[in-house]
């Protein structure tokens, strides 16, 4: 038992962290980096395209964010109540549920990538 809800702590963790994310890339205040962000060789050498195609990513990863949040919430429930399969089945979908949402963000970012670039060819 102990093991399931220290791996939803984890989850709960790393949702809060995909929230903090998907805050920042919104905002637009996400500092160009090599670890969180849409990183392709556009976003790295151009501070607005960084923030466009990261911003238009943003509610995808949002989303990612709160199911990982409600994933670890009802595993660390599951487990306390000992429904460990449960609370294992849950883990293992938020990490699937986090790659489907951020891998769905990249139809948004390209597609800014792609506006943004032809605007600023033509400006």
């Known amino acids: 038992m102990i093991e399931t809800i220290s791996a939803s702590a984890v989850i709960l963790a790393v949702g809060v962290l995909v929230l ?13 980096n090599w ?8 976003t790295l050498s151009d501070d607005q395209a960084w ?12 989303i ?23 609370a294992s089945a849950l883990i293992g979908s938020s990490i699937v549920w986090l790659l489907g949402w951020v891998l769905i963000g990249i139809i948004p970012a390209a597609r800014a990538a792609r506006k943004y670039q032809e605007t600023s060819r033509t400006a």
């Open 64 to 86: 990612a964010g709160f199911g990982l949040i409600v994933a670890a919430i009802v595993g660390i429930i599951a487990a306390l109540v000992g429904a460990s399969a449960v």
């Open 20 to 32: 903090w994310w998907a805050r920042e890339c919104r905002r637009g205040t996400l500092p160009r």
């Open 35 to 42: 670890i969180f962000g849409y990183r392709t060789k556009l």
């Open 51 to 62: 923030v466009v195609v990261n911003r238009a990513s943003a509610p995808f990863i949002a």
